[in-house]
């Protein structure tokens, strides 16, 4: 009798556990059908607050860049999904090619304080080194100007000075602002005849030097152990052959000798024969 009892108890616990699995089947159906009803703009603004959980803010700051008595809120975000940064001005987006490693920092920089705009200086570190570009926004998008390895430097009259290591001498690249009649602006190369080096250095091995750069026409030769300058450097592709153009190698430097001699020689040909002289 016992066991009847029980026997019955257990199948309308089981009756009752099925019972309870299909209303909870058939509520949890009817609400997905309701949420598929709700207005658009709901269910965008639902998929939007999922989106902007990926997202983490970095850095933002808020500053007039067109003088148009609007606020502009500069923004950097982390995209933890693609794991890449993004800088926004407004709903203008910037995002370089190369990855990112680190967000270092923005700046507000005025390349031309005679007109209405300012520009962005943005910093940052990538597999590449550290990078520095000048963003240009006008109101609706964002422009990248230039983009360098060293911080560029900025007078406020139109002009831009960029630093690039040449490994024994810094050459200085000037950038002038052009803006069309149309408004568009862009930053443009002046390319000089020849970039001051003025580096010091004693000779290991003596090199000869030309009167022009031709490798034709002998000036003098070194001497071991005298002290030189080399004042100049032509890193244009005028005087090279053309499997020889944009190659380092081949640029050709004026060189001073002790006696006030100057001639010129390329890189390849003294590079091995001189010992330069560290600055304090």
Not at 34 to 58: D, F, G
Not at 81 to 95: D, E, F, G, R
Not at 179 to 200: D, W
Request: aromatic share 10%.
């Amino acid at each position: 009798m016992l066991r009847r009892i029980i026997a019955k108890a257990l199948i309308l616990l089981i009756i009752s556990l099925i019972i309870a699995l299909i209303i909870e089947s058939l509520f949890m159906a009817a609400s997905a059908k309701n949420l598929n009803k709700l207005p658009a703009s709901v269910q965008k603004a639902s998929k939007s607050v999922k989106q902007n959980i990926q997202k983490e803010l970095v850095f933002q700051q808020q500053v007039d860049l067109n003088s148009d008595a609007q606020v502009d809120t500069i923004s950097v975000w982390l995209d933890k999904n693609q794991k890449k940064y993004v800088l926004s001005v407004n709903s203008a987006l910037y995002q370089p090619k190369e990855n990112i490693l680190q967000v270092i920092g923005t700046e507000i920089v005025d390349i031309d304080s005679s007109d209405q705009y300012k520009e962005i200086l943005f910093h940052y570190s990538s597999n590449k080194g550290e990078k520095y570009v000048i963003l240009d926004y006008k109101g609706k998008a964002l422009k990248e100007l230039l983009t360098s390895d060293s911080k560029p430097i900025i007078f406020g009259n139109k002009e831009v000075i960029v630093e690039v290591n040449m490994d024994f001498w810094i050459k200085k690249e000037k950038y002038v602002l052009n803006q069309t009649l149309s408004g568009v602006r862009t930053l443009k190369l002046s390319p000089q005849e020849l970039y001051n080096v003025g580096v010091f250095a004693y000779v290991k091995k003596p090199f000869v030097l030309y009167s022009y750069r031709d490798q034709k026409s002998k000036l003098t030769i070194t001497r071991k152990g005298e002290k030189i300058e080399i004042v100049s450097c032509d890193t244009s592709n005028w005087f090279k052959d053309q499997s020889k153009k944009n190659n380092k190698l081949y640029d050709w430097y004026l060189i001073k000798t002790e006696k006030g001699l100057q001639g010129w020689a390329m890189l390849k040909d003294f590079m091995n024969c001189i010992e330069i002289i560290k600055t304090q």
